[in-house]
């Protein structure tokens, strides 16, 4: 994913301000989102003080023993509240908890999560109508569920780029992705079940018979009881929860 943007197409600070207070129409929004999980790090740095987030330090200094419950339990509330603000339908809130977030498991050094934030981005970028940078982020976040061993998670970020490609008619790259099953299947954490289901989403792949609604019935199935997953939007910035 390339964090380069034609100069032109930056968003200035008062579109910015407009994106913060959900005062900006539709294409507005997309343009700013995909500045934002693209890394653009001019927009980054106006959103932070449009946030009253300051500066983030060059290097974070390593957290003391005492410090580690504290930190956990306030980078865990802000993913919560990252899921909870996507589910709504309020994305630029959402990306303001989920960088909050990522700062500190990176001062936590926790791997899985901060894929799981990736993961999230994904979900953000389709509910704010940047299908490229959802794209890009569920695979970024599939690799990295597979770096950390998370099988049963990687399935869910495979599945949710199935879904991705099965919206925008594209079976060859979901052939592609069912193609590429063994890395998953090869962890030690799927359960039971997981597998089978991966092995019919090759089979409707294979068949061409792998539309939205029978991968999202697949996702559903794939996915831990309890854990919500929010669903894209039209492009309106409103998430629609039929998913």
Same mark, same amino acid.
């Given at each position: 994913m390339s964090h380069d943007q034609p100069e032109d197409d930056h968003p200035d600070? @008062?579109?910015?301000?407009? =994106?913060?207070r959900n005062a900006?129409?539709?294409?507005?929004r997309r343009r700013v989102v995909r500045h934002l999980l693209a890394g653009c790090a001019r927009c980054a740095a106006v959103t932070r003080q449009l946030w009253d987030l300051g500066e983030p330090p060059v290097r974070q200094p390593v957290p003391q023993e005492r410090d580690l419950p504290r930190l956990r339990e306030d980078a865990a509330a802000l993913h919560q509240e990252a899921r909870r603000l996507v589910e709504a339908g309020r994305?630029?809130?959402?990306?303001?908890?989920?960088?909050?977030?990522?700062?500190?498991?990176?001062?936590?050094?926790? +791997?899985?999560?901060?894929?799981?934030?990736? @993961?999230?981005?994904?979900?953000?970028?389709?509910?704010?109508?940047?299908?490229?940078?959802?794209?890009?982020? =569920?695979?970024?976040?599939?690799?990295? =569920?597979?770096?950390? +061993?998370?099988?049963?998670?990687?399935?869910?970020?495979?599945?949710?780029?199935a879904i991705l490609y099965a919206r925008q008619g594209r079976s060859l790259e979901i052939r592609a992705l069912a193609a590429d099953l063994m890395p998953i299947l090869r962890t030690r954490d799927l359960r039971q079940g997981v597998g089978a289901a991966l092995l019919f989403f090759r089979s409707l792949a294979e068949t061409e018979h792998a539309t939205p609604e029978a991968l999202s019935e697949i996702s559903r199935y794939v996915r831990p009881a309890g854990r919500p997953q929010a669903a894209p939007a039209d492009g309106t910035g409103v998430v629609n929860s039929s998913r």
């Open positions: 600070p @008062h579109l910015l301000a407009r =994106f913060m900006a129409d539709a294409p507005e994305g630029p809130e959402a990306l303001q908890a989920l960088q909050r977030a990522r700062r500190l498991y990176q001062r936590l050094g926790d +791997g899985p999560n901060l894929v799981r934030l990736r @993961h999230l981005e994904g979900k953000i970028g389709e509910a704010l109508g940047v299908p490229g940078e959802a794209e890009i982020a =569920f695979a970024d976040a599939r690799r990295g =569920f597979l770096l950390e +061993g998370l099988g049963g998670e990687a399935a869910e970020a495979l599945l949710d780029l």
